[in-house]
């Protein structure tokens, strides 16, 4: 299985300001065929499903506001939210669809300095 | 408007069985994969399982194979998940999710439906 891990844990920052949030696989989920990584990242307010903001690791869903923005590729990957507002509070998770089983990072939890 | 209706959680106990479903709006739902996600109190996703559009292609993570089952009724726009031999750590927040490349990601959710597995 393909093992994500996000960091960090825990991310404070202040409203205005930038936040990133990092992700790195186990293993490559760049498949050489069509260039494309295999990458997504969700973000999940309390009492709420998990909102899709980016797939194929830097296609932002539709709707999603252009402050969000990702980056990387292979087994490294960013998230990075360019100036940080209030609505943004949330856990965020990292996932790879290169493979089943499809899994998901740790998740880091984004609050407010 | 995309919607996603989840049911069936409830209360369970250890070795018993339980049926939840997803009630499909907005969308051809015949034309999409599917799959469940589930979430533990407090804790991460975890990825459950995935069928095709047809549902002529299935995949299970290790931890439910053989206990739980994925189907779909095109005709009712519902997805299904069976599960058997439940587990206390099965006691989760069950989540149906659209997936648009079939292997891939998920682009809209339902809320949830908890299944807790207690005695």
């Known amino acids: 299985d393909i093992v994500m891990t996000q960091s960090p844990d825990s991310l404070a920052v202040s409203l205005g300001e930038r936040a990133t949030i990092n992700c790195k696989s186990s293993q490559s989920v760049l498949y050489s065929s069509n260039s494309k990584n295999y990458l997504a990242w969700y973000q999940q307010k309390p009492g709420q499903p998990p909102k899709l903001l980016i797939y194929?690791?830097?296609t932002r869903e539709s709707g999603v506001p252009d402050r969000f923005s990702g980056s990387g590729s292979g087994t490294d990957f960013t998230l990075t939210i360019g100036s940080l507002q209030a609505e943004d509070v949330a856990v965020y998770y990292c996932?790879?669809?290169?493979?089943?089983?499809?899994?998901f990072g740790q998740g880091t939890k984004l609050e407010i300095k | 408007e995309v919607q996603l209706l989840d049911s069936g959680g409830g209360l369970v106990q250890p070795g018993g069985s339980l049926r939840l479903s997803c009630a499909a709006s907005?969308?051809?739902?015949?034309?999409?994969?599917m799959s469940w996600v589930r979430q533990a109190p407090g804790k991460g996703l975890e990825w459950v399982s995935v069928?095709?559009?047809?549902?002529?292609?299935?995949y299970y993570a290790d931890s439910v194979k053989g206990r739980f089952t994925i189907s779909r009724d095109n005709s009712k726009k519902t997805l299904y998940l069976q599960m058997n031999s439940l587990r206390a750590d099965d006691t989760a927040v069950y989540y149906c999710?659209?997936?648009?490349?079939?292997?891939?990601?998920?682009?809209?959710w339902g809320q949830g439906s908890l299944v807790t597995v207690s005695s």
């Open positions: 907005g969308f051809t739902f015949s034309s999409y994969a």
């Open positions: 999710a659209r997936d648009p490349i079939f292997n891939g990601y998920f682009d809209y």
């Open positions: 069928i095709s559009n047809s549902g002529g292609s299935t």
């Open positions: 996932q790879q669809y290169y493979s089943t089983p499809y899994t």
């Open positions: 194929w690791a830097s």
